[in-house]
């Protein structure tokens, strides 16, 4: 342990450890801005770049930044004398002379980190505003949209896209005062290798990495009296949007949010929850299929099979793993699963043609954005969802609707594509598409009904996890990664045959699964927040009475009534989907 | 072998090559072969000799003539004058200033007289291409002496014994650096040499490196024994060219003698060498910047702690020293530390090399013992100052340094006493200003560089270096009050206590210094709106005067911006509002009637 000297205090910290965390030990709370540390999901920036967080150590020199200094013996340390002070002053001075001060139209007002500083700061001038302030190229994508004169060169995002998620989209370019970060030559994002998972808007302290707004086209959607307006919900909404209205992180808002949606005029409000179980259904079948046909002895089989739910990993691999298309599972997302059955099985239902359906879907994520935009997810130019928004954007639609969310009473969703299973609450948490395919699975294998439906040794938060089930004689090998650097550790171990090989392999690209996807309420950079998302989806799973997805009884009828069997033609048609090679940079 | 009675040395370095030098070894060579003297006389290209000023220079042994600013031309005379009938030619020896005598052997000229060669002491004596002239010179005999007679340990005392420091800027002590870097237990270890010289107008790495590249590779070695590296890493400029072929073919001929490679000299130790190549940037001769660079990543320095010494290249421990500092470590173990730290002051041992250049007669490599005055460099071996103008200050230490007036001129320069005068030794430049020098100016440029070369990863450097260098502008077009130069000062001293590196801590130097010494220049430009050395052009104005124009037109007729009117044989005016200050007017007066102010 390393003695130091905070402010006239003394504390006592393990070696290794900065001055900032000693400074938080002792309830001293240094500013920061571009310091990011989710230490438990691996996301860590410490370019100690911005200087904000500047303090005086006795005998240094200069001042030395808070956050990526580390403690030594005897230390001295003062947080907030007059030339401390002066020299954070003159820091964020600098940073917003060179920032448009567009806030009152900015995406990223009052989640900004560094319009916070400005008003901690007391900031009533600035003395060194400059004249030519750079200029670059608004960059919009389906899903992102980029604006390079807010960047302030934290370079979380950059951490986020090259270290955590290992894509390599964006990198800081130029040199001096014209340095921002931006994909290789300036190339719009769209043309990237980006997969879209969002982080690097997730972590962004300005609003120079936002999602593309869709939210009016929304508005629209429902004011138009020939359309009939559906929506859809992904699990991973319900434990997060209630921090968008000041409740705590982790409350579950599944009946206010449903309530919300009817009151701003949806015809139809229904859960993505439905089309997790129905991918469960199908993707089980595969996995099961692919099994024993294993066994079998027939060596075509590829496995593990991986999960498709999440397109920013479909893009991941399309891009990294070309030579892999085959070994993924076909089964569409649950969002576009959703699609599917809305534009066709819906519509026949309604009697309306499918160009009268708009499909809205309410997700955590930005690549959903991407992925309802994809060409093969659209019948003669109509995508099956229409328009898919953040969580966020749904939290802004709700205010803009004048709805008192807190005093909502708490709603249901509407039949048939409204009902659902514990089983696909779990989506929206690292390791529940696994578990819930394992829950329908196993049962599936041994004819007989699970004892227990809770597989923890599949929860948690650890980049890559393994587990081994019996069923029977098998023992299933099953692996989980989220964020993709940990997919791509895992896939390159395979690879090297340095692993025992899987049946199965679930991956989400976000750190712990969809709740901390990109559309999700800022996180601040704060753990506690994802790890409670995390719990109250498990607690979600937990009330409902039925927890396996091949017991939903709507899906049953829909097979019944409509789909056939799990892997029958009609399912491979509408629920099923192919990958294509994407270029590697 | 032939028996050669004479050395024909030509130097081969970037300043004289631009020269036609290579041209003047060819000339050379066909003459000596027309006249039948191939097997007697050998002509080698040389490192540089320094005196640039002068150069081409070809120098003859064993007599040491040393012909300057000679051209292709003069080959035949030189070959069948000097060499055949051993008779000088005494129209391309060096002509004293003062004495206006000829001067044959470069050791009376004054250039020389004061100089104290030892990074620079092979550069002009041996042909860099051939490892037998540096074998035979005593190289890689430093080496054997490391390998043979002292424990790794004993290397690293006795560098720190010798009291030598970084010359690549900080002037951190050598001995340290390497002890710290031994200290670290790794399974692989680094040598690192920096050779990304990148200040302007500094060329003593690449005249090293050029001239002596064998030097680099016995020390890269030495440090590679003791802190105990096999492995060594050349980061070199790729505006480099003939330093970095030169290198490359010592390394090569360095392996094939077995001075490079497992086992050397039969020994245990194993050593070899990698050249990276740099890709023009400033701030990768920041260390931490270096390794991001040779590990392919974008040139940006990072937090220190950890240092190299802990975590470096590749996350291994590593040693990085620049080229002028592993110039230095052959000959304190050839001739002791003790000697070596019997030169210079008592912090700062051994010589330095500056490239002198700006208003001074003798612009050239100059390497003086530590201790030596500014006035002795400057009128001593520089001759003094051009056109017989007034000396107004120096600027050392680069962009990173700041400027030394009059008063310094006396002080012996070492480390300390530079940054006690505000500035700094950093790599050695050292550029001499005269009265028509603006020193808002000086400051402009310097700071453009920095700004140019700044990174961009931190704020202070990023965004505040970009304000200073508004705010100078602002300064020299007039528009600024003292206010700002309040502010440029408060400024400048937050980016040096803030800025995450080397780079943008020393930026603001030349700002501060220039604003410390020239403080009424400074005023003169915010409150009279005038710049005393005439160099601010939107401060200047030419005024005709009234009585001495004779009203002959010529100056309306050359004006390009129709400023001028006036009257056939009445005073002309110039409206200064339209006037482009182009200079045309001033220079087609016949009457001297037309004036700056």
């Known amino acids: 342990m390393i003695n130091l000297n905070i402010d006239g205090k003394y504390v006592k910290v393990p070696k290794g450890a900065t001055i900032l965390d000693a400074a938080k030990q002792l309830g001293i709370e240094i500013p920061t801005l571009c310091h990011l540390d989710l230490h438990d999901l691996g996301v860590v920036n410490k370019a100690a770049s911005c200087r904000i967080c500047v ?8 001042l030395a930044p808070a956050c990526a200094t580390p403690v030594t013996e005897g230390m001295e340390v003062h947080t907030n004398t007059m030339r401390v002070l002066n020299a954070r002053k003159t820091v964020l001075e600098l940073l917003l002379s060179d920032h448009p001060k567009d806030c009152l139209t900015c995406a990223k007002s009052g989640q900004c980190d560094l319009q916070d500083l400005a008003e901690r700061f007391c900031l009533r001038e600035n003395r060194y505003e400059g004249g030519a302030q750079s200029t670059y190229k608004k960059d919009v994508s389906p899903a992102i949209a980029r604006d390079m004169d807010k960047c302030i060169m934290c370079r979380r995002c950059e951490t986020m896209c090259n270290d955590v998620q290992t894509v390599g989209a964006l990198s800081g370019v130029n040199r001096g005062f014209n340095a921002v970060v931006a994909p290789a030559f300036d190339m719009p994002l769209e043309e990237s290798v980006c997969t879209f998972c969002g982080q690097c808007v997730a972590v962004c302290p300005t609003g120079a990495l936002v999602e593309r707004d869709y939210s009016w086209q929304v508005i629209e959607a429902i004011a138009d009296p020939d359309k009939v307006v559906v929506v859809q919900t992904a699990p991973a909404v319900r434990a997060a949007l209630g921090e968008c209205f000041g409740m705590e992180p982790g409350t579950l808002v599944t009946g206010k949010m449903a309530s919300a949606l009817r ?9 993505t929850d439905f089309a997790a179980d129905l991918t469960i259904m199908e993707e089980g079948a595969e996995l099961l299929d692919r099994i024993t046909r294993f066994l079998s002895g027939d060596k075509s089989v590829r496995l593990p099979i991986l999960t498709s739910c999440c397109p920013a990993w479909v893009k991941f691999f399309e891009h990294q793993y070309p030579d892999l298309l085959d070994v993924p599972s076909t089964a569409k997302s649950p969002q576009q699963m959703f699609g599917a059955i809305a534009k066709n099985y819906l519509a026949e239902k309604l009697g309306i043609p499918r160009e009268k359906l708009v499909v809205v879907s309410v997700m955590p994520c930005l690549a959903k954005k991407y992925e309802c935009a994809r060409p093969e997810f659209a019948v003669n130019g109509n995508p099956d969802v229409d328009i898919s928004i953040t969580t966020r954007e749904l939290a802004h639609l709700i205010k803009r609707a004048n709805i008192d969310f807190m005093s909502l009473p708490e709603g249901d969703f509407d039949s048939p594509l409204g009902e659902s299973t514990g089983a696909a609450v779990i989506f929206g948490t690292t390791g529940g598409v696994i578990e819930a395919a394992t829950r329908t699975a196993v049962e599936w294998l041994t004819g007989k009904p699970l004892d227990d439906v809770n597989f923890t040794a599949l929860r948690g938060l650890e980049g890559c996890r393994e587990a081994k089930l019996k069923v029977g004689d098998l023992e299933l090998h ?9 997919a791509r550790k895992l896939l390159d171990s395979i690879r090297a045959g340095t692993v025992e090989p899987f049946h199965a392999i679930e991956i989400m690209a976000c750190p712990g699964g969809c709740i901390g996807g990109g559309g999700q309420p800022y996180h601040h950079g704060e753990m506690e927040i994802i790890r409670k998302r995390a719990q109250a989806i498990y607690r979600e799973d937990e009330g409902k009475t039925r927890r396996k997805s091949h017991e939903n009884p709507d899906i049953i009828k829909l097979y019944e009534e409509y789909l056939g069997k799990p892997l029958g033609e009609k399912s491979h048609h509408l629920l099923h989907t192919h990958y294509f090679k994407r270029h590697k940079i | 072998m032939a028996n050669v009675r004479m050395h024909v040395l030509v130097c081969g370095g970037t300043g004289c090559t631009s020269s036609r030098s290579l041209e003047i070894v ?8 027309a006249q039948g003297l191939a097997e007697e006389v050998k002509v080698v290209i040389a490192g540089c000799f320094g005196f640039c000023e002068k150069g081409p220079i070809v120098k003859i042994s064993p007599d040491n003539t040393f012909y300057v600013q000679v051209t292709p031309e003069d080959a035949k005379e030189i070959v069948a004058e000097h060499i055949v009938k051993g008779r000088k030619v005494s129209r391309l020896l060096y002509v004293d200033p003062k004495t206006t005598e000829h001067i044959s052997d470069s050791k009376h000229m004054d250039f020389y007289k004061k100089q104290l060669r030892i990074a620079l002491r092979n550069c002009g004596f041996l042909d860099p291409e051939n490892i037998g002239e540096y074998i035979a010179r005593d190289g890689y005999m430093a080496l054997g002496k490391a390998l043979f007679e002292m424990t790794p340990k004993e290397v ?15 002037g951190f002590p050598t001995g340290l650096k390497w002890e710290i870097a031994a200290s670290y237990k790794a399974d692989q270890k680094y040598v690192i040499c920096n050779a990304d010289e990148g200040d302007p107008g500094a060329f003593m790495d690449r005249s090293v490196l050029e001239g002596d590249p064998h030097s680099i590779i016995e020390a890269m070695a030495i440090c590679g024994y003791a802190i105990g590296a ?14 970095v072929e030169r290198l490359q073919k010592a390394i090569v001929a360095a392996r094939e003698t077995g001075l490079l490679g497992n086992n050397i000299l039969g020994s245990d130790f194993s050593f070899d060498i990698d050249m990276y190549y740099g890709a023009g940037a400033f701030v990768c001769g920041e260390e931490t910047a270096l390794i991001r660079s040779l590990q392919s990543e974008r040139g940006e320095p990072t937090s220190k702690p950890p240092f190299p010494a802990e975590s470096g290249f590749w996350g291994k421990p590593s040693n990085v020293n620049n080229v002028e500092t592993f110039a230095n470590i052959p000959v304190i173990f050839l001739k002791g530390a003790e000697w070596f730290a019997s030169i210079g002051t008592a912090k700062s041992k051994g010589t330095k090399v500056f490239a002198l250049a700006g208003k001074v007669n003798n612009v050239g490599l100059v390497e003086v013992p530590m201790g030596t005055t500014l006035r002795e460099v400057i009128f001593d071996i520089g001759g003094g100052i051009r056109n017989g103008k007034k000396f107004k200050a120096a600027q050392t230490g680069g962009p990173s340094g700041g400027c030394l007036t009059e008063k310094f001129l006396d002080t012996p320069i070492d480390y300390d006493n530079l940054i006690a005068a505000g500035s700094m030794m950093g790599s050695g430049g050292m550029i001499v200003l005269d009265e028509d020098d603006c020193m808002v100016n000086v400051a402009k440029f310097y700071l453009g560089f920095t700004v140019e070369e700044s990174c961009g990863k931190c704020t202070p450097c990023r965004v505040g270096n970009k304000r200073m260098l508004e705010m100078l502008e602002k300064i020299s077009e007039g528009k600024a009050t003292e206010k700002d130069l309040g502010r440029l000062r408060e400024l400048a001293s937050i980016i040096k206590d803030t800025s995450l590196c080397g780079l943008g801590q020393t930026a603001p130097n030349p700002v501060l210094s220039t604003l410390d010494n020239f403080y009424d220049e400074y005023l003169a430009h915010v409150r009279d709106k005038r710049c005393p050395a005439g160099k601010c052009k939107s401060l200047m104005q030419y005024v005709i005067d009234p009585a001495k124009c004779k009203g002959c037109t010529m100056c309306a007729k050359v004006c390009p911006a129709g400023a001028i009117s006036g009257k056939v044989k009445e005073p002309h005016v110039i409206n200064q509002d339209k006037c482009v200050k182009c200079g045309a007017c001033f220079a087609t007066c016949k009457f001297g009637a037309i004036s700056k102010r």
């Open chain 2, 230 to 243: 096999s492995k060594g890493v050349v980061y070199i400029r790729a505006e480099y060219p003939l330093a």
């Open chain 2, 26 to 33: 060819d000339a050379l060579r066909a003459e000596i072969k």
């Open chain 2, 156 to 170: 690293v005392d006795e560098v720190k014994k010798s009291g030598l420091r970084g010359r690549g800027g900080g």
């Open chain 1, 263 to 271: 009151q701003m005029g949806f015809n139809y409000v229904f859960d």
């Open chain 1, 55 to 62: 303090v005086e150590v006795k005998g240094r020199r200069n």
């Open chain 1, 478 to 486: 099953i692996g989980i990664a989220h964020e993709l650097g940990n």
